[in-house]
């Protein structure tokens, strides 16, 4: 402390006294207006965490660097404790004494709420949560698998498997009881309003009769009649009850589907109600195809299978997406765009030009052209592929819109189920979160069904959850069991790619100055997940994953291995000098 000059000395002094009066003003106006108890620590705290963003400093953070002190974005877990220590440290006779959260009670806290919440032990430094998923029913030995390999959270997405997730359940409880010591617990999440696209219209198949592959041979039958039991044989149901005048010998004639002449050839009438015949030539029928019985007898064909349609889509097409509920889509014709609905029209209520649109977690990208009373339509600005297909039940963003304004967090949907669940799960994660309320909602009906304390997590996927990340957090820390998961996926095309490292960063820093638990989710090792090697750009990223509290991963053939792989860069990060050194130095001796 010598080395240090009285002037630059009591500059410091002055600027570390000035930011701490200024942190103290902001908590009191803050807790006033917003009736924050200043008593919890973690609410203190991270109120002092949002004061210490207000003023800017860089050089005093310069200076704090170079006489030996930590920064002060490093002192978020205890912020007005570390600038008190600063400040006594630099003048022995400034002595404030109040009673903030130290280091030993911030780190002391995060670990009781982790171990709480989490499941997460002294032993086991991360918490690796896997999505179950259906398939994995039909093997049932993957859950065993999933413990030993290290899954202390297993979760269950109700809005793809709500029909199959008490069977999830019980195998994982199943598992737990053949491996004895093993914990497992069980996390759900409710489906929210996630904006999908809607089902489509079915068509019917065009029925293809391939006269040079396939058997010419084959039946007209009334729709009255019998259709014969014969391999390989053509059967063409007509919307007629029998046929009359009709001979074997005589031709049916039809224009096919491509405009060409064919006919029928009657070989024996087996019954009033059933023809057998020969095709001339390779013909394609659909519903519109026309059979002429006879001079004023005209027939259609009723027996084409239904299809989903497919709605392919490439840069700089139309989409035409209608704001009535239960609208079916279709592919385009020669009067309209192709055409979708969605599940939750609602969406659209505040939908404008230029507004951006996003498919299937970002893989089909647009812009709002124009919009009506009944439709809005949609340019396709950019497609992984050069074509794409929009698929039904995938995921529709509208980050620009103000969804949240017509579209509430918690819905009937979500309502309707929680007093099913709450019996066999520990966590419950609120989707598409908009606000406190949306905490005190659910947690009202937690303790309504039952009196178990049931961890609730905090999903942050929208742009506007952002904007009230703190008041969100703030709420949460009125939970005895309250976390936050960074749902890297939806975030990611909400707040748009280049802001998600930054944004991350910043959920991470407030949660860790309000000692609360994070989930790092989303695509973390999905390429090893699939094929059982990593990319290398994925290692990184779960490698900064591992400073969170507890890591979400998704289904894979290859799950098991990320899993291990996941708890090996775990130990790494615990003592990174070591494995320096044991990895790096026997190379470099090389050199000498």
Known sequence: MERLADSNKNEIIHQLSQLRNEINRFLMDFSE??????????????????????????????????????????????????????????SPNDQQYENYIDFNNAVFLKKQRNKELLGKSEEDPISIMVTLDKTMLERPEIFKELLRAGM??????????????????????????????????????????????????????????????????????????????????????????????????????????????RYFTVLEMIDATCLKVELNKTAILNEETTIKLGHDNHSKVTNLL??????????????????????????????????????????????????????????ICAAVLNVTDTYLDIKITLTRKKREIIKSE????????????????????????????????????????????????????LDQYTERNIGVIAKIETKHALLSLSKIILEGLNLDLFGVMIARGDLAIEIGYEQLANVQEGILELCQAAHVPVIWATSVLN??????????????????????????????????????????????????????????????????
């Not at 207006?33 to 609410?43: L, N, Q, T, V, Y």
């Not at 210490?52 to 005093?60: D, E, G, M, T």
């Not at 660097?65 to 404790?81: D, R, V």
Request: positive net charge.
């Open 152 to 261: 202390t959270i297993a979760r269950i997405n109700l809005a793809h498997d709500y029909s199959v997730w008490k069977q999830l359940v019980e195998n994982v409880r199943a598992a737990e009881k053949e491996l004895n010591d093993v914990k497992c617990k069980i996390y759900v999440d409710l489906p929210g309003p996630k904006i999908r696209v809607f089902d489509f219209r079915k068509i019917q198949a065009p029925l293809v009769i391939n006269t040079e592959k396939d058997s010419p041979i084959g039946y007209l039958v009334s729709n009255q009649g019998i259709v014969p039991s014969i391999r390989h044989a053509f059967k063409i149901e007509l919307n007629i009850k029998e046929f009359i005048d009709i001979t074997p010998g005589q031709t049916i004639p039809f224009t096919d589907v491509k405009g060409r002449k």
């Open 306 to 363: 239904e299809r989903q349609p497919t709605i392919k889509v490439k840069k700089g097409d139309i989409l035409r997406i209608y704001k009535s509920h239960g609208y079916h889509g279709k592919p385009k014709n020669n009067k309209q765009p192709a055409s979708i609905g969605i599940t939750i029209p609602e969406a659209l209520k505040n939908v404008k030009p230029k507004d951006r649109v996003f498919f299937d977690d970002g893989n």
């Open 394 to 445: 995938k995921g529709v963003n509208f980050p620009d819109s103000q969804v949240y304004l017509n579209v509430p967090a918690i819905t009937e949907t979500d309502i309707s189920i929680l007093p099913e669940i709450v019996p066999f799960v520990d966590l419950v994660g609120i989707s598409f979160i908009h606000q406190p309320n949306d905490i005190r909602i659910v947690k009202r009906y």
């Open 33 to 90: 207006s917003h009736h924050i108890d200043m008593a919890d620590a973690s609410k203190q705290n991270l109120c002092a965490f949002l004061g210490l963003q207000k003023p800017s400093n860089p050089v005093l953070h310069s200076n704090l660097i170079k006489e030996g002190f930590s920064s002060i974005q490093q002192m978020s877990p205890h912020i007005l404790y570390s600038l008190n220590k600063i400040i006594s440290h630099l």
């Open 527 to 592: 390429q090893m997940n699939k094929k059982g090697i990593p990319l290398r750009a994925e290692i990184t990223d779960a490698f900064m994953g591992l400073r969170a509290d507890c890591i979400m991963m998704n289904k894979g053939p290859h799950i098991s291995s990320s899993i291990k792989f996941l708890q090996q860069l775990d130990e790494l990060k615990e003592d990174p000098l070591l494995n320096i050194r044991n990895s790096i130095i026997p190379f470099a001796q090389y050199g000498f």
